[in-house]
């Protein structure tokens, strides 16, 4: 079952590294142009959040009559509406509805939508007696078929995507509109038996429905976000981009609603051939967004917006696909406002655990509250972690089934030191779990004998927890350390070593690359990201890495959220080993004024390798300063010089390490010293680890100098 509230309050969430909110987990599949959606708010005495168009105000007391089509030999009902004020971009038509015996065996349901033209042409009141239905908006004229089950009396929703999101004309009066089969009864729509609303009335077979010269009224609630255009300057219900390394731009909030979406803080999955991924605000309801993205940028669609709470709202974490279905995390929402877990399909979506209340005075709960990570699956069995709650009030890491029938809690991390902020396990989750066989890998972002986090690994059958490295505590008067602080992101697992980041400490204070052994042992610092000018906020390499890295062809990529030749942020590479240190791209400056830039600013998530590109989000910047999905192409790593050797024909023979199959050129020259002039001395084809070898057969007894350069 799927529950939503009324009276919901749009508002714009910001980034939460370390949460406080609650969560919960959905559970969708497929891209239909419709996702129905039940058993929100039964018996509802007022409508989910802020529709532009209500019929009525108070559903459950103002509807007396229901229905259906097995009297009065209907075919169809519909509703009519008018606009006004602007255009507008349709998300969400929701009903009044209930009861009956479910789609099936010839009891299909069919949404239209019709445009009847500007008012005067045809009368939005009692006076218009039927209406003419022209060209259907919905599934290129042959509407959308959608399946019902049998429901209490409540809220159903159904959610428009892709092209199916119409364009509704300032002054046109419009007919939502549910076909179905005569002398069958899938479904109730409530209506009023007396006058309710001026814009629209409610029809049966196209003709009104009039009792005693009243006019009547289906209960329906319209959400739509005003229409924009686009930087092309034309009117067409398109987005900013693709644009060079922009391929969408989020566009702007408006009272804390768009849309499209804002802020992704999560990054991008591939399913099915499109990307997918969220956005932490924005949308139609203002509490975040879930998106598809074709590979090339040129096609977008919101297919799911959260209102919050007793809905889901504010996705933060990455999605996890599992077959055609995916699953992930929001900060708020759930019955008791400290997260849910749900499961669903485009038909519905159903809560399969609500997370228990917690305490105003302590702070705890049994379970935990506000997950904000990516998930990690095995068969039947979900794993994630919370960054709040449970018996220490600092998070926990939990288990259980896919269809909710059991529950556990592996580790509740314990209380923190008042004075020192130290514990022996960490405090705070907020980076995903890596599973490995029977162990699960993941980070706490504070506590730890340092107080400045931890890596840790815990048993997923016996629940047995280990602190594998804890986090020196920082310089108070540089925030510098050795090893790095506050882990904030996930960890990826390769031959049997790990690698994360640190949003702070380090040398430059700005955090590090690190590795460590799933055992514990070997821990290293590969990266430590340089100090920032302390009035401009800039470097070189970028500061303040809070996502989780990928691993590629023994080189990792990630993001760093600030810093850069603008301050922006950047995105890196570095091999595994802490070489071949790489600034790929470096977020553009924005306008102080605007918030806004060509390429968007602040990347707080990972990113998506998929063939010769990486596929990333920023939370903020972009056209419309509200975060945008970009593109790089994945470069050649520098190449290094590995070994030099001095054959005793006195040929020098040089071992490089590039780019896997990379096609490099090696130069030489006697001077460094400007003007040096460079001469080409080979071409060299690297090998599928990136190695290849050079030898110079003429011998000299000058010095030289070799570089190599990917043409």
């Known amino acids: 079952m799927k529950v939503k509230e009324s009276g919901m309050q749009i508002k714009k969430v910001s980034l939460i590294i370390v949460s406080v909110l609650a969560g919960l987990v959905f559970h969708m599949s497929s891209l239909a142009g419709v996702i129905v959606t039940q058993n929100v708010s039964a018996g509802a005495t007022s409508w989910p959040g802020s529709p532009i168009i209500q019929s009525v105000t108070n559903p459950a007391s103002q509807t007396s009559v229901g229905e259906g089509f097995n009297a009065n030999g209907a075919t169809n009902y519909a509703e009519t509406f008018t606009i006004t004020t602007t255009n507008y971009t349709l998300q969400t038509i929701s009903i009044y509805a209930g009861g009956g015996t479910g789609t099936g065996n010839g009891t299909n349901l069919t949404l239209r939508l019709f445009d009847l033209g500007s008012l005067g042409s045809q009368s939005a009141t009692n006076s218009f007696s039927t209406y003419t239905p022209g060209t259907d908006l919905f599934n290129s004229g042959n509407g959308l078929s959608i399946t019902y089950t049998p429901q209490t009396t409540g809220v159903l929703q159904f959610d428009f995507n892709g092209n199916d999101q119409a364009v509704l004309t300032n002054g046109h009066l419009y007919a939502f509109e549910i076909d179905g089969v005569t002398n069958t009864q899938p479904v109730s729509w409530m209506r009023t038996a007396s006058a309710t609303y001026s814009g629209g009335s409610a029809y049966r077979n196209r003709s009104w429905i009039n009792g005693n010269g009243n006019q009547r009224a289906f209960a329906m609630a319209v959400y739509a976000t005003a229409y924009t255009s686009t930087n092309t300057g034309t009117s067409t219900n398109t987005f900013w981009g693709p644009s060079g390394v922009m391929f969408h731009g989020f566009t702007a909030l408006s009272s804390g609603i768009n849309q499209d979406g804002a802020n992704p803080a999560a990054g991008l999955v591939l399913s099915g051939g499109v990307l997918l991924g969220t956005t932490l605000n924005g949308g139609s309801q203002g509490a975040g967004a879930v998106f598809w993205m074709t590979l090339d940028g040129t096609n977008f669609s919101t297919f799911r917006t959260f209102t919050n709470a007793p809905d889901a709202g504010n996705p933060q974490g990455n999605l996890a696909v599992s077959g055609s279905s995916f699953l992930g ?13 749900f499961l669903g399909s ?8 609500s997370f228990t209340i917690v305490s105003a005075d302590e702070a705890t709960n049994s379970g935990g509250a506000s997950p904000s990570a990516l998930l990690a699956l095995s068969g039947s069995t979900l794993y994630g972690t919370t960054t709040a709650g449970g018996a220490g009030a600092n998070g926990t890491v939990f288990s ?4 909710g029938s059991s529950f556990s809690v592996l580790h509740d991390f314990t209380v923190l030191d008042s004075n020192t902020g130290t514990n022996t396990d960490g405090a705070l989750p907020c980076g995903g779990l890596v599973l490995s066989g029977s162990t699960l890998y993941g980070t706490a972002s504070a506590g730890g004998a340092g107080g400045a986090g931890v890596v840790f690994s815990v048993n997923t059958s016996a629940g047995g927890f280990t602190t594998l ?14 090893d790095g602080a506050f882990p904030s992101s996930g960890l990826v697992l390769s031959n049997g070593m790990l690698y994360g ?34 009035l401009t906020g800039t470097n070189s390499d970028g500061a303040s890495p809070c996502a989780p890295l990928v691993l590629s062809s023994n080189y990792l990529y990630g ?20 070489g071949q240190f790489q600034t790929i791209h470096a977020f553009t400056a924005m306008n102080p004024s605007t918030g806004t830039n060509t390429d968007g600013a602040f990347p707080v998530a990972g990113l998506l390798p998929l063939g010769s590109s990486l596929y990333g989000t920023t939370f903020s910047g972009g056209p419309g300063g509200a975060g945008t999905v970009f593109n790089v192409a994945i470069p050649y790593p520098p190449a290094v010089i590995a070994n030099i050797v001095r054959n005793l024909d006195g040929s020098v023979t040089l071992d490089f390490l590039g780019g896997p199959n990379s096609t490099n050129i090696v130069q030489t020259t006697t001077n460094l010293a400007p003007p040096s002039t460079w001469l080409n001395v080979s071409t060299n084809v690297a090998g599928a680890g990136g190695a290849w070898q050079f030898t110079e057969n003429s011998a000299t007894n000058s010095t030289r100098f070799y570089r190599s350069y990917v043409p």
């Open 329 to 341: 995390t929001t900060l708020a929402g759930g019955n008791n406002g400290v997260g849910t877990v």
């Open 559 to 578: 993001t760093a959220s600030a810093g850069g030749a603008s301050a922006n942020g950047t995105v890196f590479s570095v091999s595994t080993n802490g």
């Open 400 to 403: 259980m089934s896919t269809n």
């Open 346 to 353: 485009t038909n519905g979506v159903s809560i399969i655990r």
């Open 469 to 482: 490295h804890s986090f020196a505590a920082m310089d108070p008067l540089t925030a510098t350390n050795t």
């Open 501 to 534: 980041t640190t949003i702070a400490g380090g040398t430059g204070g700005k955090g590090v690359i690190y590795s460590v052994g799933a055992n514990g042992l070997g821990f290293g610092v590969l990266h430590n990201f340089s100090a920032t000018d302390p």
